[in-house]
């Protein structure tokens, strides 16, 4: 099956591949070698006319892309599972909680960007709406417009800065409690974040696991732990807002490092 990438991580697909091929490839080549006899005038390859055959060789370099290096990667974890901890995985409710830490999964999921990370982006323009719209109450009156505190939007501006380009997916498996979350870093986005919303595989490595009764704040998640120490902590002490709050990962789920999304 030929695959649309939405994300693919490079640098971590470089190093896994290196790790069981010890080694990195840059490229291969393809050799093709053609001989072309004389004929005489009768039409046959007569031993006098094969002294003059005429060799030609065709060379073609194959760069080593990365859709190349992810097939590639795919066969050596499919063929030896024990070693590199494979799972593609079918059926959520029974494999997810067999899986350990550091388990390399593809799983097919409905994912989608949850709200509060669109907002916290840099390009949703949240910071600068906000901004404007207390200047506009601090001219008009905040008869009619709400106050907007200012160390909170000063927290939110800050949080979007941190972010940067990168986001948050979470993914609804083919199970009605589990679900998969991870971070996408802007660096190896491949589609636009209007993009990364629906049925697709998504590959990664199992970073920790959430039971039924566990929750987290998706600003806490490994490796966009982008809040301060004192204001996680009460964060988590408060816990969601209500069911509809997916400001938070529910349990049962998986935390993944993200290698690749693809359809």
């Known amino acids: 099956m030929l695959k649309n990438f939405l994300y693919l991580n490079e640098l971590a697909l470089s190093d896994y591949?290196?790790?069981l091929e010890g080694g990195e490839r840059s490229s291969t080549k393809d050799g093709n070698l053609r001989s072309a006899g004389s004929y005489d005038s009768a039409g046959s390859n007569s031993d006098a006319a094969g002294r003059y055959a005429?060799?030609?060789?065709?060379t073609v370099r194959l760069v080593d892309t990365p859709p190349s290096q992810f097939e590639r990667l795919m066969t050596l974890v499919a063929a030896d599972p024990e070693l590199s901890g494979w799972a593609a995985v079918h059926e959520p409710d029974e494999e997810f909680p067999q899986l350990r830490v550091g388990a390399l999964i593809d799983v097919e999921c409905d994912i989608q960007i949850p709200s509060v990370i669109k907002a916290l982006a840099p390009a949703s323009g949240m910071g600068e709406a906000l901004?404007?719209?207390?200047?506009v109450g601090s001219t008009l009156g905040t008869a009619h417009i709400p106050q907007i505190d200012d160390a909170k939007l000063a927290m939110l501006e800050t949080l979007g800065n941190v972010m940067g380009g990168d986001l948050?997916?979470?993914?609804?498996t083919d199970s009605d409690d589990w679900k998969v979350a991870g971070r996408l870093r802007d660096d190896h986005l491949r589609a636009a974040a209007d993009e990364l919303d629906g049925n697709v595989h998504v590959v990664g490595k199992v970073s920790r696991t959430l039971a039924v009764e566990d929750q987290k704040p998706l600003l806490a998640l490994p490796g966009l732990d982008i809040l301060p120490r004192a204001q996680r902590r009460e964060l988590e002490a408060k816990g969601?807002?209500?069911?509809?709050?997916d400001s938070w990962l529910q349990g049962p789920a998986l935390m993944i490092e993200i290698l690749a999304i693809y359809r």
Do not use: C
Request: no cysteine; net charge negative; glycine share 8%.
């Open 240 to 245: 969601p807002s209500g069911p509809s709050d």
């Open 168 to 172: 948050v997916i979470v993914g609804e």
């Open 54 to 58: 005429r060799t030609e060789e065709t």
């Open 131 to 135: 901004r404007a719209l207390k200047e």
């Open 17 to 19: 591949l290196s790790a």
